[in-house]
């Protein structure tokens, strides 16, 4: 079984924080370390999931907005995009890609996190 380790660099982590705990409904804790760590849990994401994640200080200046996908982009699966991608925007999120159809594919979207990254929403077609 492969598993994945994501990570979301920010300037200020605690911003980062509260907008991904309150996107996703994810829990962010900080790690006791020596460094700046927290771990991510949510739906699919730590414990015993194939798929983690933490969210660190960026130790770069801030990439500039509206410059495109910076590095890979992580998309998450969502119930409602819209209602996510409106969600997003108003608390301090941007636009990166508004909410679009994909034939066959579903229904996605791209906001950029207020830290210089861009998330991906997706709501999956029916049988997919």
Do not use: C
Not at 27 to 32: A, G, L, N, S
Not at 113 to 127: F, S
Request: glycine share 14%; charged share 20%; hydrophobic share 40%.
């Amino acid at each position: 079984m492969s598993t994945l380790h994501f990570e979301i660099q920010a300037e200020d982590p605690e911003r980062a924080v509260a907008f991904y705990s309150g996107l996703f409904g994810w829990t962010i804790e900080k790690v006791p370390a020596e460094w700046d760590y927290w771990m991510i849990k949510g739906k699919g994401i730590g414990g015993i999931s194939p798929v983690s994640g933490g969210l660190l200080p960026r130790n770069t200046a801030t990439p500039a907005a509206g410059t495109g996908p910076r590095g890979a982009v992580a998309v998450f699966h969502v119930e409602d995009v819209d209602d996510r991608y409106d969600w997003a925007l108003a608390h301090g999120g941007a636009e990166a890609l508004p909410p679009f159809d994909m034939p066959g594919i579903g229904r996605a979207a791209y906001v950029e996190d207020g830290e210089g990254n861009i998330v991906g929403l997706l709501k999956a077609a029916e049988g997919i």
